[in-house]
């Protein structure tokens, strides 16, 4: 058993980012999460991948983790972002292009995931047609992002069901759900078919990934890979240690599956 391991590009936004691809392969990840298609040239001379894109950048905002698929008024115009966003990470050899619900503004679960299931539907297509999968993110609404839609395992599985493609997953955030739900790893067996990426971070604080947390890395590590995920899991906590690297090299290593 084994997991491919990344590091979330934001999370080391201090180090240049060839530094930081430096670092990735001295400790034997495959890739640097959340990058632009047009940054993934400055990594690929280290032997990394971008294993899922940054959240589209757009002048009206929208695809951002706030306003998105869950809206009906903004499918026109995630419709344009992503049918460029999608041919860029092809190109740029990104497996996986992320996506967000958005905020509820007042809508109920079954209305968001309606609304989401008819936005997404076109740009399942497009992304069949170009080989990448859709991912949908996790978030805790509960201290980070308030009144985000997409914030319980069951909701992003359902929406799954409702699309019924291998072009549309979860990406599982470990840190926000154990915020939001806990019992991670049973959590994992069950929903693993329908999961394409993690996230790691300490809770609470979203920081490193060492005794002072709750959550037991070596043990998830362990079911994720039981369940045969080929994916990855990327590092996403912020670092408090003065020494960055130290901070990650620790993370990586509790990440190992011995």
Request: proline share 6%; aromatic share 8%; glycine share 6%.
């Amino acid at each position: 058993m084994s997991i491919r391991q990344s590091v979330c590009r934001w999370c080391f936004e201090s180090t240049p980012l060839p530094e930081l691809a430096q670092w990735a392969q001295e400790l034997g990840l495959g890739g640097i999460d959340l990058l632009h298609p047009h940054e993934v040239s400055q990594i690929t001379d280290y032997g990394l991948i971008c294993p899922v894109t940054a959240a589209p950048e757009h002048e009206s905002g929208l695809g951002s983790i706030e306003r998105a698929f869950n809206q009906p008024d903004h499918h026109p115009i995630l419709l344009e972002i992503y049918q460029e966003l999608i041919p860029a990470a092809a190109e740029a050899g990104i497996p996986q292009v992320i996506t967000f619900s958005g905020n509820r503004e007042g809508l109920n679960d079954e209305e968001g995931l309606e609304n989401c299931a008819q936005g997404l539907a076109p740009i399942i297509d497009l992304a069949e047609r170009y080989d990448v999968t859709l991912v949908m993110e996790l978030l805790n609404s509960k201290v980070d992002h308030p009144d985000y839609q997409c914030d319980h395992t069951d909701w992003g599985v359902a929406l799954c069901e409702k699309l019924d493609t291998p072009r549309f997953k979860l990406l599982y955030d470990i840190y926000h759900m154990q915020v939001m739900e806990g019992d991670i790893i049973a959590t994992i067996k069950k929903a693993a078919p329908h999961i394409g990426h993690y996230h790691t971070a300490g809770t609470p604080g979203r920081h490193e990934l060492d005794e002072s947390q709750e959550l037991y890395y070596p043990a998830i590590m362990k079911a994720i890979a039981a369940t045969g995920f080929e994916g990855f899991v990327a590092q996403e906590f912020v670092p408090t240690w003065d020494d960055h690297k130290a901070a990650l090299t620790d993370a990586v290593r509790r990440c190992l599956i011995r």
